[in-house]
């Protein structure tokens, strides 16, 4: 009962910025948690960052000063601002959302969405 679509990403130079959103869709409840994983080339899906409709946020360790995580909760809408971008953050990222539909048979999501690529280099 969620749907994301995500854009933003793109090829950017090392030390550039590039911003994320993703827009969630749907019949779910207001308290809910959306982040960023991404997917490192020959790696598995990590953590980036995450934010809850509260505004408690949670932010990989690499990433820690050079990536924000804000919501817009009216717009259903998260962003993650990355500035002072490395090579190493070459990856392709994936908004997620995690919370309940909003009515019966109140069910559990977990929803991700399509994936954008956001390659850094020189």
């Known amino acids: 009962q969620v749907q994301l679509v995500e854009s933003g990403g793109g090829l950017v130079q090392p030390g550039g910025s590039l911003r994320l959103s993703c827009v969630a869709s749907?019949?779910?409840?207001?308290?809910?948690?959306m982040g960023w994983y991404r997917q490192l080339p020959g790696k598995g899906r990590e953590l980036v960052a995450t934010?809850?409709?509260?505004?408690?946020?949670k932010y990989a360790d690499s990433v820690k000063g050079r990536f924000t995580i804000s919501r817009a909760n009216t717009k259903n809408t998260v962003y993650l601002q990355m500035n002072s971008l490395k090579l190493e953050d070459t990856a392709v990222y994936y908004c997620?959302?995690?919370?309940?539909?909003?009515?019966?048979?109140?069910?559990?999501?977990?929803?991700w969405g399509q994936g954008t690529l956001v390659t850094v280099a020189s």
């Open positions: 997620n959302f995690r919370g309940r539909s909003r009515t019966w048979p109140y069910n559990d999501l977990d929803t």
């Open positions: 934010a809850t409709d509260r505004g408690s946020t």
């Open positions: 749907g019949n779910f409840d207001s308290s809910n948690t």
